[in-house]
T-cell receptor, first 113, second 114 residues
Framework: KNQVEQSPQSLIILEGKNCTLQ??????????LRWYKQDTGRGPVSLTI?????NTKSNGRYTATLDADTKQSSLHITASQLSDSASYIC????????????FGAGTILRVKS | DTGVSQDPRHKITKRGQNVTFRCDPI?????LYWYRQTLGQGPEFLTY????????KSRLLSDRFSAERPKGSFSTLEIQRTEQGDSAMYLC????????????FGEGSRLTVL
């Protein structure tokens, strides 16, 4: 079973709307949790990194939250733009395994005009 | 451009042929990682280097795969006797030092094995 589960698998929203992507993980203990944006056919680009002691971090219109007690994170995108269409990947750094990164499968977001 | 660069971006080959991918990390980044990504999945770890030393290899890295980083700068990933199951995006990433630090990915090399 994957240690990092993301939902939904895919999502379609209208331009200008907000959306929230979910990440549930079982990796414990962990060093940090990251969200990456990956455009089709490109490499992932980091959006946020949060340590276990942080519960929110923003990067422009992207806000990530972390609840270490329930082992859940979310990525909220405000006022979506067409360029937000991409795969969003949740990644947990596993302290037990030398901080190896455990990747989720990603949520594919499509923003329509 | 001072980001991670990978070459070639796309490679189409016939089954049984050998292929080699090159990764040039961000200069002064001493950690370099190779990942494989198939459609609809997140990247899977293959191997990582700290400077020129290959410190870890995944079980995914069969005997047909070999990676080098001879001078602690660029790295190559070679796949011998390619199989159709090797078709994937091969991603390289570099990091300045800490295992918990930021990873900077290249654009990837997409391999299609016919």
């Amino acid at each position: 079973k994957n240690q990092v589960e993301q939902s939904p698998q895919s999502l379609i929203i209208l331009e200008g709307k907000n959306c929230t992507l979910q990440c549930n993980y079982t990796v414990s203990p962990f060093s940090n949790l990251r969200w990456y944006k990956q455009d089709t056919g490109r490499g992932p680009v980091s959006l946020t990194i949060m340590t276990f002691s942080e519960n929110t971090k923003s990067n422009g219109r992207y806000t990530a939250t972390l609840d270490a007690d329930t082992k859940q994170s979310s990525l909220h995108i405000t006022a979506s733009q067409l360029s937000d269409s991409a795969s969003y990947i949740c990644v947990v750094s596993a302290k037990e395994y030398g901080n190896k990164l455990v990747f989720g499968a990603g949520t594919i977001l499509r923003v329509k005009s | 451009d001072t980001g991670v660069s990978q070459d070639p971006r796309h490679k189409i080959t016939k089954r049984g042929q050998n292929v080699t991918f090159r990764c040039d990390p961000i200069s002064e980044h001493n950690r370099l990682y190779w990942y494989r990504q198939t459609l609809g999945q997140g990247p899977e770890f293959l191997t990582y280097f700290q400077n020129e030393a290959q410190l870890e290899k995944s079980r995914l890295l069969s005997d047909r795969f070999s990676a080098e980083r001879p001078k602690g700068s660029f790295s190559t990933l070679e796949i011998q006797r390619t199989e159709q199951g090797d078709s994937a995006m091969y991603l390289c990433a570099s990091s300045p030092g800490l295992a918990t630090g930021e990873l900077f990915f290249g654009e990837g090399s997409r391999l299609t094995v016919l």
